[in-house]
């Protein structure tokens, strides 16, 4: 009876103490970057396209077309795990911005902060004082955006979330259905953000 209990005792115990998919995540996110780790917005935040994406997206540019619906669908994405007070708001480019999308050439350098990117990137100034967000600054290469393709749509979603605060990337073969794996290995076309990214998002601004 006692070596019953002890064993018991024993799967309890280890069941205490195994990592939660989240943990894991969040591990995972704070170990693969400089800064990695969890930086929500303060406040709601508000995002446009900058001064030559407009001029693009006037002049009927598709490449600015393709990219402007893949944010569109990324931020109806995200929309739907954010509590109300924390949706991310469209607004015009004199108002007060949070994250700015800006569509460059490829060969373009992006910021100093994502040398070395090619597809896309998100460089955000980060308030370490209170783990918020400030701002962000989403580049997308205009090659990856002559068509709408699924590689697209994915980058779009990827830069999003880390515009939101999710600083860092998770390993593919631990979360398999994530979009935040650096080697964009998965092709999200769903309607909804895989559940573990949304978990990650419900737990940031909750
Ligand atoms: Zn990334």
Same mark, same amino acid.
């Given at each position: 009876m006692l070596i019953i209990f002890s064993i018991l005792l024993a799967a309890l115990i280890t069941a205490c103490n195994a990592t939660t998919p989240i943990a894991t995540y969040i591990a995972q996110v704070e170990q693969s970057a400089l800064n990695g780790g969890l930086y929500p917005h303060a406040k709601e935040p508000t995002l446009t396209f900058d001064i030559d994406f407009i001029k693009r997206l006037k002049a009927k540019d598709t490449t600015a077309e393709n990219a402007a619906t893949a944010i569109a669908r990324a931020i109806t994405l995200v929309n739907k795990e954010l509590p109300p007070e924390h949706k991310i708001r469209t607004v015009k $480019?004199?108002? /007060? +911005? %949070?994250i700015i999308v800006k569509l460059v050439q490829h060969g373009d350098t992006f910021s100093d902060d994502c040398a070395? /990117? !090619? $597809?896309g990137c998100a460089d955000s100034i980060l308030d370490f004082d209170s783990g918020h967000t400030k701002s962000s600054t989403i580049y997308i290469a205009d090659t990856y955006a002559k068509e709408q393709t699924d590689f697209l749509w994915t980058m779009a979603l990827h830069e999003l979330l880390h515009a939101l605060g999710i600083q860092g990337h998770v390993e593919h073969e631990s $979360?398999?259905? %994530? +979009?935040?794996?650096? !080697? $964009?290995a998965v092709r999200h076309t769903g309607d909804t953000l895989p559940p573990i990214d949304a978990e990650i998002l419900k737990r940031m601004y909750r």
């Amino acid at each position: 009876m006692l070596i019953i209990f002890s064993i018991l005792l024993a799967a309890l115990i280890t069941a205490c103490n195994a990592t939660t998919p989240i943990a894991t995540y969040i591990a995972q996110v704070e170990q693969s970057a400089l800064n990695g780790g969890l930086y929500p917005h303060a406040k709601e935040p508000t995002l446009t396209f900058d001064i030559d994406f407009i001029k693009r997206l006037k002049a009927k540019d598709t490449t600015a077309e393709n990219a402007a619906t893949a944010i569109a669908r990324a931020i109806t994405l995200v929309n739907k795990e954010l509590p109300p007070e924390h949706k991310i708001r469209t607004v015009k $480019f004199d108002q /007060e +911005v %949070s994250i700015i999308v800006k569509l460059v050439q490829h060969g373009d350098t992006f910021s100093d902060d994502c040398a070395g /990117e !090619r $597809f896309g990137c998100a460089d955000s100034i980060l308030d370490f004082d209170s783990g918020h967000t400030k701002s962000s600054t989403i580049y997308i290469a205009d090659t990856y955006a002559k068509e709408q393709t699924d590689f697209l749509w994915t980058m779009a979603l990827h830069e999003l979330l880390h515009a939101l605060g999710i600083q860092g990337h998770v390993e593919h073969e631990s $979360f398999p259905k %994530s +979009v935040m794996n650096h !080697r $964009f290995a998965v092709r999200h076309t769903g309607d909804t953000l895989p559940p573990i990214d949304a978990e990650i998002l419900k737990r940031m601004y909750r």
